[in-house]
């Protein structure tokens, strides 16, 4: 098992620019979500979804889109870059929040800066 | 408001010796812990959980203490090794309410093991 992927592992964009960041697990988890590390900062929760076609925003979903056509990938979209966005950006997902014991898988994160 | 807090952005604890993380939080709707463990340009990985009808989860070296009375947990790490240093990230969650609103992060504390 690869566990979860992302894509890329850095990313320079300008301001206005728009982006997807890629995640993808093949552990066939039902919850996947998306965090941001900045500086000094614990991980937020910016979106998270409990199955395909299901989800939902976190602590600090603007500025950014997701969505859950299958399974195995929760793509992460940035509308219009900017620089409060710089930040390292880490997808996660487990089997269920509910049933298990909420231990969450992490990818290696994406590090994104908006100049 | 941060509802999960590590006081101690650092702590330095000689090898072998025991290692002390702490952790409080002020959401009394939280019924799961976990302790996440981060090396440089890598995602979290998880090392232990507790329940909230437990006092005390074991595994190995690390064992994590909870006093919900006092909204605190902690996290022992003995003896301590030099494959230890690295972010310590204690977060929160409310399962019973559905937890799929994700985890609480604090801001993490980062521990470093001397020779």
């Known amino acids: 098992n690869a566990g979860v992927t992302q894509t890329p592992k850095f990313q320079v964009l300008k301001t206005g620019q728009s982006m997807t960041l890629q995640c993808a697990q093949d552990m066939n988890h039902e919850y996947m979500s998306w965090y941001r590390q900045d500086p000094g900062m614990g991980l937020r929760l910016i979106h998270y979804?409990?199955?395909?076609?299901?989800?939902d925003q976190g602590e600090v979903p603007n500025g950014y889109n997701v969505s859950r056509s299958t399974t195995e990938d929760f793509p992460l979209r940035l509308l219009s870059a900017a620089p409060s966005q710089t930040s390292v950006y880490f997808c996660a997902s487990s089997y269920s929040p509910v049933l298990s014991s909420y231990e969450q898988y992490f990818g290696p994160g994406t590090r994104l800066t908006v100049t | 408001d941060q509802q999960v807090k590590q006081n101690s952005p650092s702590l330095s604890v000689q090898e072998g010796r025991i290692s002390i993380l702490n952790c409080d939080y002020t959401n009394s709707m939280f019924d799961y812990f976990l302790w996440y463990k981060k090396y440089p340009a890598e995602g979290p990985t998880f090392l232990i959980s507790i329940s909230s009808i437990k006092d005390k989860n074991e595994d190995g070296r690390f064992t994590v203490f909870l006093n919900k009375s006092a909204k605190h947990l902690s996290l022992h790490i003995v003896p301590s090794q030099p494959g230890d240093s690295a972010v310590y990230f204690c977060a929160a969650s409310a399962r019973s309410g559905g937890g799929a609103d994700g985890l609480t992060f604090g801001k993490g504390t980062h521990l470093i093991i001397q020779p």
């Open positions: 979804s409990v199955g395909a076609g299901i989800t």
